[in-house]
């Protein structure tokens, strides 16, 4: 069976600070993975995704994230963080073998410091 | 543009009462499916369906059952009401063709249950 970890529950950084979010996937196969996002009182948005080829994603909104089968990983990473990226953010992973079901990790809460 | 409406932002009912979850996808997908979400658990998947008609067990199916009469309409029912059911549901839908795996979110529904 698929399984996420997200091993931050809360992060805090500065408006203007890089952000990087930390997921880890366990899966036999070659997963599919994604980055949503959350804001208050929304449903959730596809930040980007990755199926195959360059290890190196970009996204929305300035986002991207970095595919590390060795590790196990798919980090997400933003350079400069805009106030409004306060959100909660979700690392989730799929597999062909899984029927197109998703498995959600347990989300990053992020907060941003004026 | 990809919409997924569920018809109540908010919802109260007692416990021991049946509450119906409905939700529609104007994309033609085939899949749909519905989540609960709970802090630090992430999205947890209760049931899905592949067409109409059909529905599969997600992990978390107990307490739940689900109806699929038409393409575009998945409703999630609570036979009876507990308290433990309190929590944020979202409904998401995703397509079959291209092995495209991503899915496609409501605003969710936050069902307390007194």
């Known amino acids: 069976a698929q399984s996420v970890t997200q091993p931050d529950i809360h992060i805090t950084v500065s408006e203007g600070a890089s952000l990087e979010l930390r997921c880890n996937y366990s899966?036999?196969?070659?997963?599919?993975l994604f980055w949503y996002v959350q804001s208050p009182g929304q449903g959730l948005q596809l930040l980007l995704k990755?199926?195959?080829?360059?290890?190196l994603v970009q996204g929305i909104k300035g986002f991207e994230a970095e595919f590390k089968r060795s590790q196990s990983s798919f980090n997400l990473r933003k350079p400069s963080v805009h106030w409004s990226d306060a959100a909660e953010y979700f690392c989730?992973?799929?597999?062909?073998?899984?029927?197109?079901?998703?498995?959600f990790g347990g989300g990053t809460r992020v907060l941003v410091k004026p | 543009d990809v919409k997924v409406t569920q018809s109540s932002r908010y919802l109260v009912k007692r416990t021991g009462e049946k509450v119906f979850l409905e939700c529609v996808q104007d994309?033609?997908?085939?899949?749909m499916f519905w989540y609960r979400q709970d802090p630090g658990l992430g999205l947890r998947l209760i049931y899905f369906?592949?067409?109409?008609?059909?529905?599969e067990k997600g992990d978390i199916p107990e307490g739940y059952s689900v109806s699929r009469e038409k393409k575009e309409r998945f409703s999630l029912i609570l036979e009876s009401a507990s308290t433990n059911q309190t929590s944020m549901y979202l409904c998401?839908?995703?397509?079959?063709?291209?092995?495209?795996?991503?899915?496609?979110f409501g605003p969710g529904t936050r069902l307390t249950v007194t």
């Open positions: 994309m033609d997908h085939e899949n």
């Open positions: 899966y036999g196969a070659t997963p599919y």
């Open positions: 990755y199926f195959s080829g360059d290890t």
């Open positions: 998401a839908s995703s397509s079959l063709s291209g092995s495209n795996y991503e899915q496609y």
């Open positions: 989730a992973v799929g597999a062909r073998a899984a029927g197109n079901k998703l498995t």
């Open positions: 369906s592949y067409d109409v008609k059909m529905k």
